[in-house]
């Protein structure tokens, strides 16, 4: 069997989950399958592993457009796959388009949706209606859809609602945790000022809406003094929610000591180090089809605190693996929280409880790390993924 994965990013270009996954599942699949992975970006030296850009025609064109011209030559050289495995809107497309083409099945693994995410308008414009049309139209289509957790798959249905639901599948994200494990060095933390000794909360994501970094920021006003906040937040969505995030990390730095904001992408080793040595690692997220950082977390022996929404709860087990704090939002598609003070000082509250019993954080940890080995191994995630595509073929 020939299965081209069709995705934007792929090693060394990652900035997200959907890209972790995407190379994790090919590792686990290649031994078992051929494996043909058709990536965005620059030419990548790894046999099997094919890189397209946009033509040149549509240089400073809306990304969106850019993004589905990409696409056509990725789908065009699908000839002689048995399937095609598309992740994310950006490769969505080409997934689509290739099984039109050559007449193959097309499974999409779902990650996030653009229906879930309006405020992408502010950052694609136009753009935004394009991705919606390409991601719609895949899913409408395809012959198979894995979502990452049962909270993504109701996402899924309620969004797409001409979609069978007995063509979507839960198949969910998994963590390697020989390569996510406790690292108890500390020089990259000393090198940036951190104090490993310090009860400690550590967040990790991009800067966009959807991970809720406004609403920790805020609830970090009501921590006790002496707990230290590691920031590893990037590649911001717009200049404003970059110009409100960095406003709010100077109010508290002008305030409380040890705010430390990290804003360049750090390789595993380093960024376990600091996972290692948190006393609770946070996850605000007010939309979250799973959360990879998360398991990365656990995987370290970190607990986790976490807003209870999309498939969070599937990862995080209140009161033995962290902590889940209730969230009330809005069923427009935005996931606005109802009451945002009550959020905000509900996390406040739960992160307080974390921090304050460094013992029973520990323990917690040693059962984050269980369960990320027990439940989310990707040896298991590549037989499901399998029986998926065996499942499509056959039908």
């Not at 790894?46 to 457009?65: D, F, I, K, Q, V």
């Not at 960024?271 to 609770?280: F, N, P, V």
């Not at 027990?374 to 993924?385: C, Y």
């Amino acid at each position: 069997m020939r299965v081209d994965l069709l995705t934007k990013e792929y090693p060394p270009e990652i900035y997200g989950g959907a890209g972790v996954h995407v190379a994790e599942l090919t590792r686990v699949l290649r031994p078992l399958i051929d494996v043909q992975v058709r990536c965005f970006g620059a030419d990548r030296d790894e046999e099997g592993a094919t890189a397209y850009r946009a033509p040149a025609e549509l240089a400073g064109a809306n990304s969106a457009l850019a993004t589905l011209g990409t696409d056509l030559p990725m789908a065009a050289d699908c000839a002689g796959a048995d399937l095609v495995h598309s992740h994310t809107w950006y490769a969505n497309f080409a997934g689509h388009i290739a099984s039109l083409l050559h007449g193959i099945p097309h499974v999409l693994s779902a990650h996030s949706l653009e229906p879930m995410r309006p405020w992408k308008a502010e950052q694609l414009g136009g753009g935004y209606a394009l991705s919606s049309f390409a991601e719609r139209t895949a899913y409408e289509g395809a012959a198979g859809i894995i979502a990452v957790s049962g909270g993504m798959r109701e996402d899924i249905l309620r969004s797409y609602p001409t979609v069978d639901p007995a063509r979507v599948h839960v198949v969910h994200n998994g963590i390697d945790i020989d390569e996510w494990a406790p690292n108890p060095a500390t020089d990259v933390l000393r090198e940036r000022g951190i104090d490993p000794e310090a009860p400690t909360i550590v967040f990790v994501g991009r800067i966009t809406r959807q991970k809720g970094l406004p609403f920790f920021l805020r609830a970090v006003r009501e921590l006790p003094a002496g707990v230290q906040v590691v920031l590893c937040a990037g590649a911001p969505d717009t200049p404003e929610i970059a110009a409100e995030v960095q406003g709010l990390v100077t109010e508290l730095q002008r305030t409380r000591e040890g705010v430390h904001l990290i804003s360049d992408m750090l390789p595993r080793h380093q960024l376990t180090q600091i996972l290692t040595h948190a006393t609770t690692f946070v996850c605000p997220s007010i939309y979250e089809p799973l959360g990879i950082v998360n398991l990365e977390a656990m995987a370290c022996g970190t607990p986790v605190v976490a807003s209870a929404t999309g498939g969070i709860p599937e990862v995080v087990v209140d009161g033995e693996t962290g902590y889940l704090v209730p969230l009330e939002q809005a069923d427009d598609g935005t996931g606005t929280p109802l009451q945002p003070e009550a959020f905000v000082a509900d996390l406040a509250a739960a992160l307080t409880k974390a921090v304050s019993d460094p013992q029973r954080a520990a323990e917690m940890g040693e059962a984050s790390r269980r369960r990320a080995a027990e439940h989310f191994s990707w040896t298991s995630i590549a037989q499901r993924t399998l029986e998926v595509y065996r499942s499509v073929l056959e039908g």
